[in-house]
């Protein structure tokens, strides 16, 4: 006998499965038109908002398991390995700027049914992400730092597509929120307005 927890369970499911494949399809395409920075990283088109929905729609756990199965897409995408072939540089990097940076979307699960709860989440989510890859930068892409301070290099390095996938976010989620707020409404919450 299916119980009402496991359809719900099914539904969340076959959602987050979709919103990562969407989020999959929109990276993809950002990787096919070369928009890759020449170290990793990219510029993206809106690849992150479906992994952040997972959570305003389903909540923490869902979201933070989305955003780790999209994480570990991501480097089956495209993996960079690190300019040092040792573990440490190797554990670095997967944790970094995959598990921890791409997990951390998640997180938007703590804006749940909240109203305009995409544009609180994205700052939070995204901050967190930079933050990730801006360790990585500093104790594994150092390298690449040449003349500048390692720390400055990560910063002007990452920062430049992760500003670029902030204002995107922002710009999309604010019209989104206006226009079709139940994109980012939990079933439930959504069940409730309509009785």
């Known amino acids: 006998m299916i119980t009402e927890k496991s359809r719900s369970n099914l539904r969340a499911l076959v959602e987050s499965s979709l ?5 999959f399809a929109l990276s993809y395409v950002s990787h096919i038109v070369g928009l890759r920075m020449p170290q990793g990283g990219s510029f993206t088109l809106l690849s992150m908002l479906p992994i952040l929905t997972i959570g305003l729609r389903r909540g923490l756990k869902w979201g933070l398991g989305g955003g780790f199965v999209y ?3 991501q480097m089956l995408q495209e993996f960079w390995p690190p300019p040092t ?3 440490f540089g190797y554990v670095s990097v997967v944790m970094l700027d995959y598990i921890v940076a791409f997990t951390v979307l998640g997180l938007s699960g703590l804006f749940r049914n909240r109203r305009y709860g995409l544009l609180y989440a994205a700052p939070l989510c995204l ?5 990730s890859h801006f360790v990585s930068g500093v ?3 150092n390298a690449y730092a040449g003349e500048l301070p390692v720390w ?3 910063l002007t390095y990452n920062g430049s597509f992760m ?7 922002m710009a999309a989620g604010a019209v989104l929120c206006k226009t079709a707020p139940f994109l980012f409404s939990s079933p439930q919450a959504i069940l409730a307005t309509d009785h």
């Not at 901050?127 to 933050?131: A, V």
């Open 127 to 131: 901050s967190l992400r930079f933050l």
């Open 139 to 141: 104790i594994i892409w």
């Open 85 to 87: 072939a040792t573990a």
């Open 152 to 154: 400055l290099y990560s």
């Open 163 to 169: 500003v670029f996938e902030l204002m995107t976010i």
């Open 71 to 73: 994480a570990c897409m």
């Open 19 to 23: 919103l990562v494949a969407i989020g």
